[in-house]
């Protein structure tokens, strides 16, 4: 009873600081802010999919599949902004269900590989068919959310505070399904099908069906946070979802460290205020690839586990710390 | 037509010779050390680089910068293979991603040093073997190709004929078997690493005059290369050699009755198609997979 208490002040604690976040930063700052929320998204979805132990290669350009639906199903059939980005992600989750046929098959770096191929297929895809993808210069001008009001605040979409707002209410309800999903007998099922693959199909487990499903979900996340990003810049190309992006979320990801749900989204929001304090501030933007490669160099060397290990070794440290002394009081 | 067929011919064969050399490279070390090398189209980049500083702009001799480039790229691949394929030997995916992450500190190494701007590099010579009014053969591309030719021979006189050699495939075979002969794995490994970066550097370099080079010019080579390991089959340096051919034939006859784009799509849609139906590659064992 008290616990849950105290986590509900806790939570309606972080909703208030999200809330009032953006009004205590600069207009660029805002704008990182935005891409930073839907980066979580990416993030937490991608983690989703490594549930069942599988690393795929193809993740950013799932995403991309969800911004290039949406964005075409707004500016072509002239389909209303949060219905397209809805129907990018389910298009998302129809293209990881089509690719799981084959991806399934294959284990381990064999998936790895062949996550990428597929990725890099749908990406020359991109680039060949100027109709309707664009080609190489990809798609221009993707309608804006329009604005609304809902009473006691107003949407205009010219400004970074309110796409954050959306971003932030989207993003979530997204972690909060993602949450319930991995709490739910499917998500220990997920997490069975990674530690005890043989186990768990030796117990009627169908093994395959589950690893599908957990990459179709993350797939329709990754897909919606793709739509969220296509609305908000306005210009998508295939280079917009390239390998380098994915390498970004990969080091999130494993600096993070996977075994938490909290660990992916830590290493984002660490990473990306490191990025954005210490290396636009310096002046070595450019820098950003070089700095991320060796970071992921050392985190896999170094800290396997990543950053939720070290918070999870202070927690535990405290746990005991208090534990010692709830025993020397029952002592005297 | 036929003139068409004889000149796309002669250049699939000058496609299939480096492509060949970068994805032995690529067999080889991961035979030895179980790990897939995803830096490596980044390592052709830093050989072509070599003939950009020592060639182009230090306007030393092209043969010199061959060699300087070979070497060098060796060494990094010496470099790699300390700093992090050994201690993560255990953690083949760690491997991969640690691979990963040099990549992006390779690209921006480049960037910063020469800039992300195509560079040109001066032709070597213009001579051309002409063949009929239509097929045409460039000396250079000749040049390129009996290279390549003489690297792979010598890199099977040396697998199959001297006691490193041995080693080397001893220890692909069964690492631990090896090492109970009193094989350092380390040492192997080393010699793997070196061999598999140099080939995919002077692969690099060879081919520097004729190509653009630019700091993300590895990302198709490393689509190619492991397109052809996985066809060949992970493991098996024969069937690198044999697939980098044939898969240079189909790339270079779609780009040309088609487009190059198309071609790409063709060439990866083999890999998944070969990754499902023989996971193991055409020339591979089942047991090494």
Redesign the interface.
């Known amino acids: 009873m008290h616990s849950s208490v105290t986590s509900l002040a806790a939570i309606l604690g972080l909703g208030a600081v999200l809330l009032a976040l953006p009004h205590a930063l600069s207009f660029s700052q805002q704008e990182i802010l935005v891409f930073l929320t839907i980066n979580v998204l990416v993030v937490a979805s991608y983690r989703l999919l490594t549930l069942t132990g599988e690393w795929s290669l193809g993740h950013v350009v799932i995403m991309g599949v969800g911004a290039y639906a949406s964005a075409l199903l707004s500016k072509r059939l002239g389909v209303y902004v949060p219905v397209s980005m809805l129907l990018g992600a389910v298009t998302a989750a129809m293209v990881a269900l089509a690719l799981s046929f084959p991806l399934f098959r294959m284990k381990g770096f064999y998936f790895l590989i062949g996550s990428f191929a597929a990725g890099e297929i749908i990406r020359l895809l991109w680039k060949r068919f100027r109709d309707p993808f664009g080609g190489p210069k990809g798609i221009k001008k993707i309608d804006p959310m329009p604005d609304f009001d809902i009473g006691i605040y107003a949407f205009d979409f010219f400004e970074p505070v309110s796409y954050y707002y959306l971003a932030l209410a989207v993003v979530g309800v997204s972690l909060w399904i993602m949450w319930r999903i991995e709490r739910s007998p499917v998500g220990l099922t997920f997490h069975a099908v990674h530690w005890q693959d043989r186990l768990a199909e030796a117990s009627g487990v169908n093994v395959r069906a589950y690893r599908t499903l957990a990459f179709v979900l993350a797939s329709g996340f990754a897909g919606l946070s793709g739509a969220l990003l296509a609305h908000y810049i306005g210009t998508i190309n295939p280079n917009s979802f390239d390998v380098e992006q994915m390498v970004f979320v990969l080091t999130w990801t494993i600096v993070g460290g996977t075994a938490t749900f909290y660990g992916p989204i830590l290493g984002c929001v660490v990473l990306t205020i490191l990025n954005e304090i210490v290396l636009r501030e310096a002046g070595f933007e450019q820098m950003r690839p070089l700095i991320y490669g060796l970071i992921l160099i050392l985190s896999v060397l170094f800290m396997p586990k990543g950053l939720e290990s070290l918070v999870r070794g202070a927690l535990s440290w405290q746990n005991a710390r208090k534990k010692k002394v709830g025993e020397t009081q029952a002592t005297e | 037509m036929v003139e068409l067929l004889a000149q796309t011919g002669l250049n699939a064969l000058y496609a299939a010779s480096y492509t060949a050399l970068v994805a032995v490279g690529l067999v080889l070390i991961f035979g030895v050390m179980g790990v897939?090398n995803f830096a490596h189209g980044e390592l052709f980049m830093l050989g072509a680089y070599a003939i950009v500083a020592v060639y182009a702009d230090w306007n030393l001799p092209y043969l010199v910068a061959v060699a300087v480039g070979m070497t060098f790229v060796g060494i990094v691949g010496l470099g790699m293979e300390r700093?992090?394929f050994r201690?993560?030997r255990d953690?083949?995916?760690?491997g991969?991603?640690?691979s990963?992450?040099?990549?992006?500190?390779l690209?921006?190494?480049v960037?910063?040093g020469f800039g992300v701007r195509m560079e040109h590099v001066p032709p070597v010579t213009q001579d051309v073997i002409v063949i009929s009014e239509k097929v045409r053969l460039p000396v250079f591309r000749l040049a390129v190709i009996l290279a390549a030719v003489v690297l792979l021979a010598s890199l099977w006189a040396f697998l199959k004929r001297t006691r490193f050699g041995w080693a080397l495939r001893a220890s692909a075979q069964d690492p631990e078997a090896a090492a109970l002969q009193g094989i350092s794995i380390n040492q192997t490994a080393r010699i793997a690493m070196f061999i598999g970066a140099a080939l995919a550097g002077v692969a690099g370099a060879l081919t520097a005059p004729l190509i653009s080079v630019n700091p993300h010019m590895g990302?198709s080579v490393i689509?190619t290369a492991?397109?052809v390991i996985?066809v060949g089959g992970i493991g098996s340096l024969e069937g690198a050699v044999i697939v980098a051919v044939a898969y240079a034939f189909v790339h270079t006859f779609v780009t040309t009755f088609f487009?190059g784009?198309?071609a790409?799509?063709v060439g990866?849609?083999l890999?998944?198609v070969v990754?499902?139906v023989k996971?193991t590659g055409l020339f591979g064992s089942t047991d090494r997979?």
């Open positions: 897939i700093a992090f201690p993560l953690n083949p995916l760690g991969l991603v640690a990963i992450g040099f990549l992006m500190i690209q921006a190494l960037s910063m990302h689509v492991f397109i996985i487009d784009v198309i790409d799509i990866l849609l890999l998944l990754l499902i996971p997979a």
